[in-house]
Nanobody, 123 residues
């Protein structure tokens, strides 16, 4: 069983910073691409940041320059550093893993999701 454990969400004032973490655990050795998504009330889920195993990143314009995604392949962990937070960043943030290798060596292309962590930015 694969589990994604997220941490770091909370309440912060506009202009502040938060750092989200997501660790993939279970009988796995490596993860493929990892990403962060968010969903605000009444809105569709949107990609916030993505990073390939090799470190190539992708951000939408809404967060570019403010958010930074990074990963530690040895720990199968992905991070999201969020700076200069705005009230419109308020959402539930979800960790996503797009494929992984099990201890057996078998690769699965399944998508795995964390349970989500609430980020609230007050004005």
């Amino acid at each position: 069983q694969v589990q994604l454990v997220e941490s770091g969400g909370g309440l912060v004032q506009a202009g502040g910073s938060l750092r989200l973490s997501c660790a993939a655990s279970g009988s796995i050795t490596r993860t493929n691409a990892m990403a962060w998504y968010r969903q605000a009330p009444g809105k569709q889920r949107e990609l916030v940041a993505a990073v390939t195993r090799g470190g190539t990143t992708n951000y939408p314009d809404s967060v570019k320059g403010r958010f930074t995604i990074s990963r530690d392949n040895a720990k199968n962990t992905v991070y999201l550093q969020m700076n200069s937070l705005k009230p419109e960043d308020t959402a539930v943030y979800y960790c996503n893993v797009k494929g992984l290798w099990f201890d057996s060596g078998i690769y699965t292309n399944n998508d795995y999701w964390g349970q989500g962590t609430q980020v609230t930015v007050s004005s």
